[in-house]
T-cell receptor, first 113, second 108 residues
Framework: NAGVTQTPKFQVLKTGQSMTLQCAQDMNHNSMYWYRQDPGMGLRLIYYSASEGTTDKGEVPNGYNVSRLNKREFSLRLESAAPSQTSVYFC????????????FGSGTRLTVV | AQRVTQPEKLLSVFKGAPVELKCNYSYSGSPELFWYVQYSRQRLQLLLRHISRESIKGFTADLNKGETSFHLKKPFAQEEDSAMYYCALIRWDDKIIFGKGTRLHILP
């Protein structure tokens, strides 16, 4: 029972490079989320998807794009990475309503140099 | 505005002493509240939901609507309790709002 799987676990990018963070869930959840976690800032929502084919901006969407490829997969793309995007990125999923909260992936530690 | 406030960034407690992690919320309506725990470099895991009134790993949390609080408590701290703890609430649109977290450090 994999839950929420994120790849890669670690990544180092140079400023201006692009990359896509992958996320997949096998729990048949409708909703999926991308968060970034920074020291002293807690978890901040980047984008979310309430269902297949829909996406919406969260608290800090600038510099990111997302794709809800199907019900299982929700990817986060950095088109031109900046040092300010150095962070730990977490994907999460939930049923609707999320009465049991969210299930989180293990995170991607991204460093932009 | 909906908000979750965890006033302590860091809480250090001796092993065997009681623990209380504070959480206050601002929400118009009946909130659903959670506590999440994150052990070192691991994923966030659900610890407690207020509606289930359960005790997990010796932790309990009671919703106090008058004080708009949902403090997390444990009578006797253990070294394995050292972790980051996040209080969170579900908003009307099913999005979860997280507090900024409290790092709990259990001293030997």
């Amino acid at each position: 029972n994999a839950g929420v799987t994120q790849t890669p676990k670690f990544q180092v990018l140079k400023t201006g490079q692009s990359m896509t963070l992958q996320c997949a869930q096998d729990m048949n959840h409708n909703s999926m989320y991308w968060y970034r976690q920074d020291p002293g800032m807690g978890l901040r929502l980047i984008y979310y998807s309430a269902s297949e084919g829909t996406t919406d901006k969260g608290e800090v969407p600038n510099g990111y794009n997302v794709s809800r490829l199907n019900k299982r997969e929700f990817s986060l793309r950095l088109e031109s990475a900046a040092p300010s995007q150095t962070s730990v990125y977490f994907c999460a999923s939930s049923p609707r309503p999320p009465s049991y909260g969210y299930t989180f992936g293990s995170g991607t530690r991204l460093t932009v140099v | 505005a909906q908000r979750v406030t965890q006033p302590e960034k860091l809480l250090s407690v001796f092993k065997g002493a009681p623990v209380e992690l504070k959480c206050n919320y601002s929400y118009s309506g009946s909130p659903e509240l959670f506590w999440y725990v994150q052990y070192s470099r691991q994923r966030l895991q659900l610890l407690l939901r207020h509606i289930s009134r359960e005790s997990i790993k010796g932790f309990t949390a009671d919703l106090n609507k008058g004080e708009t609080s949902f403090h997390l408590k444990k009578p006797f701290a253990q070294e394995e309790d050292s972790a980051m703890y996040y209080c969170a609430l579900i908003r009307w649109d099913d999005k979860i709002i997280f507090g900024k977290g409290t790092r709990l450090h259990i001293l030997p």
